[in-house]
């Protein structure tokens, strides 16, 4: 991988300072990787650069028309001090099918892969070692051509961007308070919600930002025909625990083209088998969820991401008024479910799933058919 300036190192007590605490996305590590496709040429060999403003033509069509889907994914420091990216082939092949729904150029997943290592290999000193912090890498990818005209871009950059983290929600993972969107809709099935492209989000803005204001801290949404079944938040993706016969029984929205297909939300499903709790993808209406606090049946309900890891929702906002789920604090099942997540994350147990992939050591390591271009 080629590198023409590397940025300046901070000074090592600068860097400790803010790996303390470094908030979520508030220090860029300087540094990005690159990767390019051209209509003919295909895609460049990924390169890393120092960060800059990127030289926007105000003609640019991924501006004017929308063709932008991004990533985030996490690098996490182990135990034993070494590197390890969670899920990046998992997260490539995400940008692809996204990349695919907006008729955008589809990065191989091995070249995408081959350029978070890269970036996170030139950029390990970055990586926060707390329980909870990692590397945030935030992959953009943008139709690049400048020449006026509905029609998919001839041209895209890829740029991914590296920040170290704590949760977004902060590490104290304190229980959140959200609200359901009763005049506005996210995603409709045939739309892109599944995608993570740039319009969806500029879709949740107006509705998320009222729920702030009016004291949440999240918007959920609900589906866009009957405005009835729950769906997710503007970036997490919802879990509800029930008290089963046999103890707690999970449920979280199915994936019918309108959520984005949460990586974190998957990997739970995984661990809660593997806990033995039982979780299945299932429809759930806002009037059950309603019930199931007034009568109990709901234990606990938490929300799932990259950014924010697992987080409780102690108090949901409905047209008929605030609930509070269970005693409004985070239940066990919930904590239980985020230790493990952080724990294979950290690789504090086994990956058993052969969900991480160590970075460190691994810069130039990354074998990818080829060099140079390709389609
Ligand atoms: C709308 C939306 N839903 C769910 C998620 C959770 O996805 P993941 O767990 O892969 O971060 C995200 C974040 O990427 C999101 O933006």
Redesign the pocket.
């Known amino acids: 991988m080629s590198e023409t300036a590397p940025p300046e190192r901070p000074a090592p007590s600068d860097l400790d300072r803010i790996l303390r605490d470094p908030g979520f996305c508030r220090h860029s590590t300087g540094r990005v990787a690159v990767v390019e496709w051209e209509a003919g040429s295909g895609w460049s060999a990924p390169r890393l650069e120092p960060y800059a403003t990127l030289p926007t033509d105000p003609a640019t069509l991924g501006l004017h028309y929308g063709q932008a889907v991004f ?3 996490k690098a996490f420091r182990g135990a034993d001090g070494s590197v390890s990216l969670f899920r990046a082939a998992d ?1 490539g092949r ?1 940008l692809g099918l996204s990349a695919a729904r907006l008729a955008m150029a589809e990065m191989p997943t091995e070249l995408f892969v081959r350029a978070c290592v890269e970036l996170v290999a030139a950029d390990e000193h970055w990586v926060p070692g707390g329980y909870g912090q990692s590397l945030y890498i935030r992959p953009l990818l943008l139709a690049t051509e400048a020449e006026m005209g509905l029609r998919p871009s001839r041209s895209y950059r890829c740029v991914f961007l590296a920040y170290p983290a704590d949760p977004c929600f902060g590490s104290e993972f304190r229980p959140l308070a959200v609200t359901t969107a009763t005049e506005t809709v996210r995603a409709v099935r045939g739309g892109t919600g599944e995608a ?1 492209c740039a319009g ?2 500029a879709a ?1 803005l107006l509705t998320r930002t009222e729920a702030q204001a009016a004291g949440y801290d999240e918007a959920l949404w609900l589906d866009g025909v009957e405005r009835r079944w729950v769906e ?6 919802v879990f509800f625990v029930w008290h089963g016969e046999d103890g707690p029984r999970l449920t979280t929205p199915p994936c019918d083209g309108t ?9 739970l499903l995984a661990l809660a088998e593997g806990l033995g709790l039982p979780a299945a993808e299932e429809p759930t209406a806002i009037d059950a969820v309603r019930d199931g606090v007034r009568s109990g049946a709901l234990a606990e309900m938490f929300a ?4 924010g890891a697992v987080v409780a929702v102690g108090r949901l906002g409905t047209a008929g008024g605030d609930l509070v789920v269970g005693d409004g604090k985070e239940g066990p099942v919930t904590e239980r479910l985020r230790g493990a997540l952080l724990d294979v994350q950290h690789a504090r147990t086994p990956d058993t799933h052969g969900w991480l992939l160590p970075v460190t050591g691994a810069a130039g390591a990354v074998a990818i058919e080829g060099e140079g271009r390709q389609a």
């Open positions: 990533e985030g994914m997260h995400r993570k969806n989000y949740s997710e938040l503007s970036t997490m993706n959520i984005v297909r949460g990586i974190t939300r998957d990997s799932c991401g990259t950014a």
